[in-house]
């Protein structure tokens, strides 16, 4: 480590000198990309999402983020480059290698199965052929989704609050992926709930075809709200309450329910 490298680090952590993501109580040992690196396209990652971490907390995530990278580079039609292609295919040998059981339950669809989904989310207009990652994923699959948007929760709403969500506090994520968006009003509704949306970009290049998000911050920086989206394949939706009493899963489950 250089000298720059090791003052700057030295900031960091006298700047965050707690770890966001375990309740404001253990010391900062790390600094944790959040959305991670290799989510990203040659791993340009956004600038200002850096986020004080503690070394669990920070590779606890690792297997997570492997499966993310790897489901959020499955689009709908054919959007990848010859880079990103080869990005793919490295880290499907990294997910088969490591998560043997996730793999091989996920399933290519049949060519009427991918005929039936297209009518059912309007995608018609695109040929059958170029559905050529029209795959079911296995529930597996969806609870890393699932933990890895508490993670983000927790790290964006630190970011727009400057506020720990403290040990007792409430986090739960929902995942959805790109044919639950298109066929439902899920999305569309929390577009127009949840208004505030930063630009993510690093130096000039804007990085939302990649990774966005809107959120809402309310009662004092005590509860917050998120929709976050990765490329066009997948969609997190996630929930922040400092107070654990005012948060109700009955009547959360209710309100997503009657969206969907």
């Given at each position: 480590m250089?000298g720059?490298?090791?003052?700057?680090?030295?900031?960091?952590?006298q700047?965050?000198?707690?770890?966001?993501?375990?309740?404001?109580?253990?010391?900062?040992?790390?600094?944790?990309?959040?959305?991670?690196?290799?989510?990203?396209?040659?791993?340009?990652?956004?600038?200002?999402?850096?986020?004080?971490?503690?070394?669990?907390?920070?590779?606890?995530?690792?297997?997570?983020?492997?499966?993310?990278?790897?489901?959020?580079?499955i689009?709908?039609?054919?959007y990848r480059?010859?880079?990103?292609?080869?990005?793919?295919?490295?880290?499907?040998?990294?997910v088969?290698?490591?998560?043997?059981?996730?793999?091989?339950?996920?399933?290519?669809?049949?060519?009427?199965?991918?005929?039936?989904?297209?009518?059912?989310?309007?995608?018609?207009?695109?040929e059958?052929?170029?559905?050529?990652?029209?795959?079911?994923?296995?529930?597996?699959?969806?609870?890393?989704?699932?933990?890895?948007?508490?993670?983000?929760?927790?790290?964006l709403?630190?970011?727009?609050?400057?506020?720990?969500?403290?040990p007792?506090?409430?986090?739960?994520?929902?995942?959805?992926?790109?044919?639950?968006?298109?066929?439902?009003?899920?999305?569309?509704?929390?577009?127009?709930q949840?208004t505030?949306?930063?630009?993510?970009?690093?130096?000039?290049?804007?990085?939302?075809?990649?990774?966005?998000?809107?959120?809402?911050?309310?009662?004092?920086?005590?509860?917050?709200?998120?929709?976050?989206?990765?490329?066009?394949?997948?969609?997190i939706?996630?929930v922040?309450?400092?107070?654990?009493?005012?948060?109700?899963?009955?009547?959360?489950q209710?309100?997503?329910?009657?969206?969907?």
């Open positions: 250089s720059i490298s090791r003052t700057r680090r030295e900031q960091f952590l700047k965050y000198p707690y770890c966001c993501f375990c309740g404001g109580s253990t010391a900062t040992e790390t600094e944790d990309h959040i959305p991670a690196r290799s989510l990203f396209a040659g791993r340009q990652w956004p600038e200002g999402y850096v986020f004080p971490a503690c070394s669990a907390c920070n590779n606890n995530s690792s297997s997570d983020e492997q499966l993310i990278a790897w489901l959020s580079r689009r709908i039609g054919r480059t010859p880079e990103q292609e080869k990005e793919f295919e490295k880290l499907s040998h990294e088969h290698r490591r998560h043997p059981d996730i793999w091989n339950g996920i399933r290519q669809m049949s060519r009427v199965e991918t005929r039936r989904l297209a009518k059912q989310v309007n995608l018609d207009r695109i059958t052929d170029e559905l050529v990652y029209s795959i079911a994923i296995p529930a597996a699959l969806m609870e890393a989704m699932n933990r890895y948007g508490i993670k983000l929760a927790k790290a709403h630190y970011l727009h609050s400057k506020r720990i969500v403290p007792n506090g409430i986090v739960r994520a929902w995942s959805y992926t790109n044919t639950e968006i298109l066929s439902s009003e899920v999305a569309e509704k929390m577009l127009r949840l505030n949306a930063p630009v993510v970009q690093r130096s000039n290049t804007q990085l939302g075809d990649q990774f966005n998000y809107r959120y809402a911050i309310v009662e004092e920086g005590e509860a917050s709200a998120f929709w976050i989206g990765f490329s066009q394949s997948t969609a939706f996630a922040v309450f400092f107070d654990k009493n005012r948060y109700n899963e009955s009547k959360m209710a309100v997503l329910k009657a969206q969907s």
